[in-house]
Each structure stands twice: as C-alpha cells, then as structure tokens.
C-alpha cells in the first residue's frame, strides 16, 4: 500500500510565500516522476509542476514564482510557493507516477490535499 501525505498549506497573505511537502511511503519500488496539481472551486484540477527524469515543467501561470523539488533519498516531494496571488487558492494535490513492485504497472497515486487559501 503506497500513502502520501501532503503538508504545508494554510492562510497567507497576497506577495507571502508557503512551502508544501509530500512525502510518500509504503510499498515503493521506482518513481518515475512526482507533481503538484491544484484545484479551486469550480474549476478543473489543473497541473502546476513535475519533476522527473532530471527536469521540471511549469504551469505558465507559476513560472518564476513556484519551484518543485525533489529529495530522492526521501522520496519527497516540495513545492516552494512564493509571490503568492489571490488566484493561486485552491486545494493542492501531490501525485507520483510510479510502481509499488517490480511486476506492478505504473500507477499515478493521489494524496488527500491540502487548502491553499491567499487574501488580498
């Protein structure tokens, strides 16, 4: 059974920063890559950033304001959110593409999120 748990969201005002963690554990054979998806009200859960494969891809909305890291050792995943706006509310969602053995398919696991919440 593979978990990950999300932390790091919460309140902040609009320009303040906010950095989520996502740490996965459990069975975990190989990660091929991990992400941030988020998802505000009413709309569709959209993707803000991955990692893997010794790259990093960005929403255009986050570019130069977001970064995703990784730390491989640990198998976690960060999201270091700063010059935060109003319209980056949402709830925040952590994803890995990996597989829990060695004769197991590739999967994508889900964790339970976290509320991002930004005022003006």
């Known amino acids: 059974q593979v978990q990950l748990v999300e932390s790091g969201g919460g309140l902040v005002q609009a320009g303040g920063s906010l950095r989520l963690s996502c740490a996965a554990s459990?069975?975990?054979?190989?990660?091929?890559?991990m992400a941030w998806y988020r998802q505000a009200p009413g709309k569709q859960r959209e993707l803000v950033a991955r990692?893997?494969?010794?790259?990093?891809n960005y929403a255009d909305s986050v570019k130069g304001r977001f970064t995703i890291s990784a730390d491989n050792a640990k198998n976690t995943v960060y999201l270091q959110m700063n010059s935060l706006k109003p319209e980056d509310t949402a709830v925040y969602y952590c994803?890995?593409?990996?597989?829990?053995?060695?004769?197991?398919?590739?999967?994508?696991?889900w964790g339970q999120g976290t509320q991002v919440t930004v005022s003006s």
């Open positions: 994803n890995t593409f990996m597989k829990s053995r060695s004769n197991t398919p590739w999967y994508d696991y």
């Open positions: 990692i893997g494969g010794g790259s990093t």
């Open positions: 459990g069975s975990i054979f190989a990660i091929n890559r």
